[in-house]
């Protein structure tokens, strides 16, 4: 059974930066990219940055310049890195994985808050 455990959320204030990291259990699985959606209360989930195992990257236009995402292919898992947060940045961070056949798997999610 494949599962993506999340870890890394928390509380920063305004101005400052968490890392997000997520593994997925079965390394022998063949995954095409994963990444990371947000979703804050009363919204929709919303793409954070995605990346593929070509190292090609994909990422929501409001946090462009601030996070960076990154992966290794070996025990599938990726990172995002978070600077510059904003209180309106307050969400439950998601990690998806998306196998070969277009399958998506997600994690339980994470909470981050940005206090002002």
């Known amino acids: 059974q494949v599962q993506l455990v999340e870890s890394g959320g928390g509380t920063v204030q305004a101005g400052g930066s968490l890392r997000l990291s997520c593994a997925v259990s079965v390394r022998a699985f063949t995954f095409e990219g994963m990444g990371w959606f947000r979703q804050a209360p009363g919204k929709q989930r919303e793409l954070v940055a995605f990346i593929w195992w070509s190292g090609n990257t994909t990422y929501g236009d409001s946090v462009k310049g601030r996070f960076s995402i990154s992966r290794d292919t070996a025990v599938n898992a990726v990172d995002l890195q978070m600077s510059d947060l904003r209180p309106e940045e307050t969400a439950v961070y998601y990690c998806?994985?998306?196998?070969?056949?277009?399958?998506?798997?997600w994690g339980q999610g994470i909470q981050v808050t940005v206090s002002s």
């Open positions: 998806v994985a998306n196998d070969k056949g277009g399958k998506a798997y």
